[in-house]
Structures are given as C-alpha cells and as structure tokens.
C-alpha cells in the first residue's frame, strides 16, 4: 500500500473510532429514568340502607309498611321488629332500583312501641348476624353461636334488646350494615306515646363503619367518618402515582480521559503508518 492512501486509510480508521466513542454508550453506564406506576385501585362505592315507617303512630288493626333503599350488593335486606317477647325477622328483596318494601298486618298487636331494624349484607352480600332454629335467637352467623335471646329463658326485651342486637352488628368481622326506627300502635283515638316519633340514634352503621344517625359520613381524603359541621372534609386524595427507577439504555455522557485516549491512539497510529 502506498504511504498517502496508507496515511489517508488511518486517518479514515481514527475518525471511525473518535465516531464510535462518541455514539456508543459507555459499557455498564445506565441512566434511571422516571417510570409512572399506574394506580389501578377503583374506590369502592359506599354502601347504605335506609328506612321509613308509612306512620309513627298507627291505630289497632291497620297495616304498617316499612320500606327505604339498599345500596351495594344486597339483593334482600333483613327486617326486624320487636316489642316485648314479640319478634318478626323477614327477609325482604330489594328491587332492581335499590327499593324495597314490606307491609304487616297488626291485627291482634299489642298496644306497644315496636322497634325497626332494617339489615343489608356488607361487601360479601352475607348477613353475619341473623337468626336460627328459631326467630327468638340472634345468632352469629361467623361462629354460629346464640347472642341473645328475644324470648325464654333470659331474654331481653325492648330497649335492652335494640341495644344487644346494635352490639351484636358492632362485633368484630361483623360487616353488615343497617339502620333503625319505630313506630307505635295506639288504641283508637289515643295520643301516640312521645317517643314513637324520634328515630333512635347511635349504632346504624354503612360499610366504612360511620353512624349516619348519629351524624357521621365516610370523608375519603382523610380517610375516616366525621362530621363536617365539627370538621371539615378538605384536603384531596393522593393522585400523584409513585414514581420508580427503571433501567434504560440512554447514553451516559462520554467521560474526558476515554475520548483523549482515543484521540491519542488515534494520533500514534496516523505516526506509526506515516514511516516510510
């Protein structure tokens, strides 16, 4: 090979090496780049139920309706009414709208306060508290174990018994939802007793726990129940996804003493060739 196209070729084989030090990425050399975690949790719909008497006080004899609305998965929702030793459990079907409602007839009633608890399955569309053998047993549908007794042998009765079953719905892995009211049958043209008008507040409780009688609502961005003319529900839930390191092959930039030793072996090839 002559010696000009012998220096023209090195002078070519440098560029190519200077070229490639510059495009190629350094081995082993990685840079992190964001990657965007996508959060594919949906927030669950809150459930409730709720309940209405067509009367607070009825006359001996007429029918009373208890009827309201059930959300979430329930597809019947479990009515108790009570007075004394006295104790009807019905299952009712909620309607394709989330309605529901059951008339009763009362001929033959005690003149008494009766107490309303309306039950709707939690997220398993299970009742875990309900009754068996008999509907004079509140039982523990997780354990199968009697709570208390409406009638018999150390029963409880009335107020006694709204407070055993609201503890009862209260009970650990219990998530069943419900609420409560009354109404009271009167003889025929007597006053209704004081109480039968107020809705008796305290342990009606939806799927995150809150007591809607008792003035409590699920705040999301804080992710507890309140009440919000106590404190307000502010703030905005997390919408900012976490962000992670990911391996990429994007070029790190080229370190100083790689592109002077090639520019000098580059140089001492072009010498080395250049010789007669």
């Not at 309900?130 to 039982?139: E, I, R």
């Not at 009167?186 to 507040?201: D, N, R, V, Y």
């Not at 994007?250 to 072009?270: D, E, F, Q, T, Y």
């Amino acid at each position: 090979m002559k010696p000009n196209t012998r220096f023209q070729f090195t002078i070519i084989i440098a560029i190519l090496v200077m070229a490639a030090l510059v495009v190629l990425p350094v081995s082993g050399a990685v840079a992190p780049t964001a990657t965007v975690t996508t959060n594919s949790a949906t927030q669950a719909i809150q459930s409730y139920v709720t309940a209405t008497v067509s009367a607070p006080s009825i006359t001996a004899g007429q029918p009373v309706t208890i009827s309201g609305t059930s959300t979430g998965p329930a597809t019947a929702v479990q009515i108790w009414i009570f007075a004394g030793n006295y104790v009807n459990v019905t299952m009712v079907p909620v309607n394709p709208d989330g309605t529901y409602s059951k008339t009763y007839a009362t001929a033959g009633f005690p003149q008494v306060i009766y107490y309303v608890f309306v039950q709707s399955p939690g997220t398993d569309n299970k009742l875990q508290i309900t009754t068996s053998g008999y509907s004079g047993q509140a039982v523990n549908a997780n354990t199968r174990a009697v709570i208390f007794n409406f009638t018999g042998t150390g029963s409880v009765t009335d107020k006694a018994a709204v407070e055993a079953l609201s503890n009862a719905l209260a009970l650990p892995g219990v998530d069943d939802i419900y609420t409560k009211t009354q109404f009271a049958i009167t003889a025929s043209g007597a006053a209704s007793p004081a109480t039968t008008t107020a809705m008796m507040p305290g342990s009606d409780r939806d799927s995150h726990g809150c007591i809607g009688s008792a003035g409590y609502t699920w705040c999301e961005p804080k992710q507890k129940c309140l009440r919000e003319w106590e404190e307000s529900c502010t703030g905005t839930a997390p919408t900012t996804p976490p962000v992670s390191a990911a391996q990429t092959t994007a070029k790190s930039p080229l370190p100083p003493v790689v592109a002077i030793a090639g520019l000098a072996l580059a140089c001492c090839a072009a010498a080395v060739y250049r010789k007669p």
